[in-house]
């Protein structure tokens, strides 16, 4: 496996002074071989400032979270990370990477959930480049492979979990953002190290129902959401008559027996459960007439 070594280049200052005096140097040299006819001379300055002239493409100014990876002539030789001003070998060719922090959103997917529900599905991915050898020669298009990979994560993840929790403490979807997000970088990350590239983030963007089972999945989410609810009420009704009768007892504000009591918790359950106002009836009679 290639690993990235991390090289240092010549002060790019100092190489270009060095340069300008040796091509001020062997032009001042030139004119008089020239007027001497001196065709040595003359020879030895062309070259010298040809040479010169091909040293100057060796310059190369690095931007800050910028590297640049150096090839001479097939061979890797290193890769400079650090920003300024530098002077390499001019017959190596270098190639620029950004170790910047990057992000994308996928497309909206649509695929199947773990109950086989067909859903629709995006995420947003941060990354950056950590490793220049690998991603500049493991693969081919480090950007491009980040962007398939990612999507075919995303895929996986779809299908390993339920767009919906059914039981309590199960893992969905949309309930368990922190979980998913945490599975999600840890699936693409294992995919992406191959090719240099650290995945800083990753989390859900887009989730929702395919357009075909939505209206039905909404249908089926008010049922549930309603149950919940009457289920609530009527745990908190049975505690308020509970506690009711036992004042009332506690107290000896009166004396009620088994059919009264019945009587009582009926009604009391009625007027606490029921999702409109209560109608009051007052009884001139008893329940015994």
Not at 1 to 10: C, F, R, T
Not at 83 to 95: D, E, H, S, Y
Not at 110 to 121: A, F, M, R, T
Not at 220 to 249: D, N
Request: contains cysteine; hydrophobic residues 50%.
């Amino acid at each position: 496996m290639l690993q990235e070594k991390v090289i240092k280049g010549y002060s790019g200052w100092l190489m270009l002074m060095l340069l300008v005096a040796v091509l001020i140097f062997s032009t001042y040299m030139l004119v008089p071989a020239a007027k001497a006819h001196a065709a040595l001379w003359i020879i030895v300055s062309l070259i010298v400032m040809a040479v010169d002239v091909v040293c100057l493409f060796g310059l190369t100014a690095i931007s800050p979270n910028e590297a640049r990876v150096i090839q001479l002539f097939g061979l890797y030789k290193g890769s400079i990370k650090e920003q300024g001003f530098w002077w390499v070998n001019p017959l190596t060719t270098r190639r620029r990477v950004s170790l910047r922090v990057r992000n994308f959103e996928s497309s909206k997917l649509k695929v199947n959930d773990h109950d086989g529900n067909p859903i629709e599905i995006a995420a947003v991915v941060v990354w950056r480049v950590v490793e220049t050898a690998e991603a500049m020669f493991h693969v081919d298009d480090y950007e491009h492979f980040v962007h398939v990979q990612s999507e075919a994560a995303v895929r996986i993840l779809a299908t390993t979990y339920p767009y919906d929790a059914h039981t309590e403490g199960q893992i969905s979807l949309r309930m368990s953002a922190l979980e998913i997000s945490h599975r999600l970088r840890e699936e693409i990350q294992e995919r992406l190290a191959k090719a240099g590239v650290e995945v800083i983030e990753a989390r859900i963007s887009h989730l929702a129902y395919a357009p075909e089972i939505a209206s039905a999945m909404l249908r089926r989410q008010q049922a549930s959401a309603i149950i919940a609810a009457r289920q609530k009420i009527v745990e908190g009704a049975v505690s308020m008559v509970e506690m009711a009768l036992e004042q009332l007892s506690s107290k000896q504000i009166v004396q009620l027996d088994e059919e009264r009591k019945a009587s009582m918790v009926s009604n009391l359950l009625v007027v606490l459960c029921s999702d409109r106002d209560a109608q009051p009836v007052v009884n001139t009679g008893t329940l015994y007439q």
